[in-house]
């Protein structure tokens, strides 16, 4: 699990439901990263509620601070706990490339 996940609520009122499903998706985002990057790992969410005259829009936003590098990711939908789980597959494909590039693949080379 991510050890510091601050979660804010800009224009909205985070519930309990809504900071432990942040906690669940979001905390466990570290198993797609090296065990070395994973002490200095931080998440910062941001939840915003975007009042429009054809209906309300939630939007999230995820900033993740790993060693050298910031990742970011955001979406906005017509439900908070959907954004949150969009947030997360994108965040999944960010942090997989980020893995590849530290990690050196091991190449058979056949004799």
Known sequence: MIASVDITGIKYDVTK??????????????RYIPLAARASMAADVKLKEINEDHGNKYEAEVIIQVPNKVITAKDST???????????????????KYKDSLVERKVETRA
């Open 17 to 30: 439901k809504t900071e432990k499903y942040v906690h669940e998706k979001i905390g466990k985002l570290d």
């Open 78 to 96: 017509m439900n908070m706990l959907a954004a949150i789980d969009i947030v997360e597959a994108k965040l999944i494909a960010q942090l997989r």
